[in-house]
């Protein structure tokens, strides 16, 4: 009896891991993020107690992961993504080290590649890309992230969550050096059968996307046209590219 | 029939993807890394063929994909981590695209974020860092990686396949700007039950870590330290914190 932190992979609920749905489908309590796809949330036993972590804090989370750990049960926290990546799941891990209560961390597949892959973008390719900056849309205390060193950075940039705040987002690349040519690629609900992918310039994507559904992850550098070059590769030959 | 870019996962066989698991379990043919595990490529039917890629050139692999591809045989192409980070998949991909060759890209999960999480490093954590820095040991071509912009990206760094060149690259962040104090891990066998970390001062870390095995992973920054208290808090309640 224990707490596993588990990731549920980025929407395609074909994407969480073997050990991830058995644990799912051996649980006694469920809490998921209200992102993860109904068909993963219908995998726990008929009898697990279900909630869903929607309108609750962190610290609520927290709680009810403590309590039901020290109550004895078998209890999943199901997050989008990776727990460990921009998922909070280090602060639960934290909670429960500091109550005493044991706990496991099962990695998922993170949006940070499978959704840029979901449209064919590599984020590393050979002779085009050897690094990637991933950052939230916000840097850290909810500021503007730090662009100079953004940019500095070379390589891929991948955007967490940073659809609404493209607009303000994309400037402040380009006031801070980035050419105002470089290709982006602005991924909508990825992996998903409702996936939609917008790309152009840097200077333009945010208005190109903006009737784009959320969540949405937005890349950004040559890689993109990597993927753009696949896509087409693909569509010339009629090839379903994507699962 | 297609051929299929699959990720395997960060080196623990539980850690591949349903769907990855399922097209193995489905393939005619599967060509595997050396470094997936063997569990894995078990799981390929009886009659399947299977070939490891060890001792094949990059340019044989495609070929294999291609040829296999076109005689109309489902194909599972099974790679450590995911395909699309440091992985050559979007090479692959190219050289399916421009064949005609139909294919599916399947993400796995990636090392950069379980191999750290093994040792409960969470790359990102509230408070501590929100950006993440992926970069290979090597810089394009085979270069010196560009240790200031690493440096002045700030957050996370992990470097990839780092063990052998971590006294160069060490070095190198200090000289660029980095205190010598920024704390780092080296994660070998992460996910595996031979993992080992080590932990210390970057200015110590690759003389800490000059007998750890390979892969391994090096993480650098203050969550680190958030990983450390984890793994403290896990073990004074002999807590078995990663399955």
């Known amino acids: 009896v224990t707490v596993h932190l588990v990731g549920a992979g980025p929407g395609d ?18 809490i998921h993020d209200a992102l993860v796809s109904p068909e993963l949330v219908a995998e726990a036993p008929d009898d697990a107690l279900v909630i869903s972590r929607e309108r609750l804090r962190q610290e609520a ?4 992961l403590v309590a039901y750990g020290r109550a ?18 280090g602060e639960e891990a934290q909670a ?3 109550a005493g209560v044991s706990f496991t961390v099962t990695p998922g597949v993170s949006s940070i590649a499978a959704v840029p892959a979901s449209a064919l973008i590599p984020i590393t390719h050979r002779g085009v890309s050897d690094r990637v900056t991933i950052a939230s849309a916000r840097g850290a205390d ?22 609404e705040r493209l607009p303000v987002l994309a400037k402040g690349l380009v006031a801070a050096g980035l050419d105002p040519s470089t290709p982006a690629s602005v991924v909508s609900n990825g992996t998903l059968p409702e996936q939609e992918t917008v790309t152009g310039r840097i200077d ?5 996307s903006a ?6 992850l937005v890349v950004v550098g040559d890689v993109v046209e990597v993927g753009a070059r696949l896509r087409d590769a693909a569509m010339a030959r009629e090839v379903p590219a994507v699962p």
């Open 13 to 30: 609920p074909g994407l969480i891991t073997a050990r991830g749905l058995e644990l799912v489908r051996g649980c006694d309590v469920l």
């Open 61 to 64: 989370i927290d709680e009810l």
């Open 72 to 89: 004895g049960l078998d209890v999943v926290r199901l997050k989008g993504g990776d727990p460990f990546v921009f998922g909070r799941g």
């Open 96 to 98: 429960l080290a500091e």
């Open 142 to 163: 909810g500021e503007e992230p730090d662009y100079a060193s953004l940019v500095d950075g070379r390589g891929t940039i991948v955007l967490f969550m940073g659809l």
């Open 204 to 208: 333009e994507i945010a208005e190109l």
């Open 211 to 216: 009737d784009l559904a959320t969540p949405a």
